[in-house]
């Protein structure tokens, strides 16, 4: 199964999360895709994330985008998995300290929360310092994200496999090129 992460404030409505499941019903793989939408709260995001990966029958990939690869490194080095990394949130826990106390709107459903100081306790309890086992991950960012630096996401998953592709942005715009690649890995 792969299981598909979407970002902060986003939902499984994403244009990657609706891409790759469509892209994987047309070859009929679509019972082996899910894009939970996930709490707010990362705590409660990475309990539902493995009480998915415990339930699946097989082994579990992952694909996470910005704040959802933060959470997919977490769930791959602590089960072994296997993880794309698509424009990645590398250090969120330190990115997101300035939203502590921000109110905050899903981009989808509309629905708001407050960013508290637990949501940055829940984050920075995931920040893992180094990754233990580089070969499991493939990193896919472009250089015009203007959201993430590239570069910090290059840095930290030394030893991963890795594009890097000019221009582009945060949604990486070549993200349908690269489905065949995603399932493959």
Avoid at 43 to 67: C, F, N, Q
Wanted: charged share 20%; hydrophobic share 40%.
């Amino acid at each position: 199964m792969i299981l598909y992460i979407h970002g902060f404030n986003s939902s499984s409505q994403s244009g990657k999360a609706l891409a790759m499941g469509q892209w994987m019903a047309g070859r009929g793989l679509g019972e082996s895709f899910a894009a939970p939408d996930l709490p707010h709260r990362p705590a409660e995001a990475i309990g539902m994330l493995e009480a998915l990966i415990d339930a699946a029958h097989g082994r579990v990939k992952l694909v996470g985008s910005s704040l959802g690869g933060f959470y997919a490194t977490w769930l791959a080095e602590k089960h072994d998995l296997k993880a794309v990394l698509v424009n990645p949130c590398v250090h969120c826990d330190e990115k997101l300290s300035g939203q502590i106390d921000q109110l905050q709107t899903n981009w989808h459903d509309g629905g708001n929360y407050l960013f508290t100081e637990r949501h940055h306790a829940e984050l920075t309890g995931l920040h893992l310092a180094a990754l233990r086992r580089p070969q499991n991950f493939l990193l896919l960012v472009e250089t015009g994200d203007a959201v993430l630096d590239h570069c910090e996401a290059v840095a930290y998953y030394t030893g991963a496999r890795q594009v890097v592709l000019p221009g582009g942005d945060h949604g990486f715009s070549r993200f349908l090129d690269y489905l065949p690649d995603i399932v493959a890995f």
